[in-house]
Each structure stands twice: as structure tokens, then as C-alpha cells.
């Protein structure tokens, strides 16, 4: 049974910075996709960042220049650097892992972010 569990998440205030990590278990195959989604109070979830295989990066708008998402291929495990926090920031984080046409999804951990 395929796993993935984040870490990382807490209170900031803004301007700060935190790092969220996602390790993936039970799996003997490599994600093609891994990212982070985030969802706040009363809105849908949307995706923040993603890596693919290759290496290859997207981004939301918003978090352009301060978020960096970077992932070891091997170990299955993504990580989210996310620098000069705002309040608009503040949601639970989800990490994804998509392999053969399947989603995998994390538990979430929440990130909030006082002004």
C-alpha cells in the first residue's frame, strides 16, 4: 500500500520561512509527478507546485520566486521551500504522487501564517 506522509507544516509569522516534505512508502516504483496542493477555509484546492520526473517545474503565480519544490527521484521524497510566507499562504498542504494514472495523496499538514 503506496503512502505519503508531509511534514514540516506550523506557524509562522509572516516573512518567515518553512520547509514541507513529503516521503512516499510502500511504493517500488518512481512517481512520474509529485507536487503540492493546498487548500484554505471555503475554497477549492489548488495546485502550488510540481516536479516531474525529469525535472521539469511549474509553478502557481502567486508563489513565483518564493517557493521552491525539489525532489529526490530515488528515495520517492519531495520537498517545498517556501520563503516570505503571507497570510494568504495559510492552508493545508497535500502532497501528491502520480504513477501510471493514478493519484496518491498525503494527509495534509497545515501551514498558517499570522500577519
Known amino acids: 500500500q503506496v503512502q505519503l506522509v508531509e511534514s514540516g507544516g506550523g506557524l509562522v509569522q509572516a516573512g518567515g520561512s518553512l520547509r514541507l516534505s513529503c516521503a512516499a512508502s510502500?511504493?517500488?516504483?518512481?512517481?512520474?509527478?509529485m507536487g503540492w496542493y493546498r487548500q484554505a477555509p471555503g475554497k477549492q484546492r489548488e495546485l502550488v507546485a510540481r516536479?516531474?520526473?525529469?525535472?521539469?517545474?511549474t509553478y502557481q503565480d502567486s508563489v513565483k520566486g518564493r517557493f521552491t519544490i525539489s525532489r529526490d527521484n530515488a528515495k520517492n521524497i519531495v520537498h517545498l521551500q517556501m520563503n516570505s510566507l503571507k497570510p494568504e499562504d495559510t492552508a493545508v498542504y497535500y502532497c501528491?504522487?502520480?504513477?501510471?494514472?493514478?493519484?496518491?495523496w498525503g494527509q495534509g499538514t497545515q501551514v498558517t501564517v499570522s500577519s
Open positions: 510502500g511504493s517500488t516504483f518512481s512517481f512520474d509527478a
Open positions: 501528491q504522487g502520480v504513477a501510471y494514472g493514478r493519484l496518491y
Open positions: 516536479i516531474y520526473s525529469a525535472g521539469r517545474v
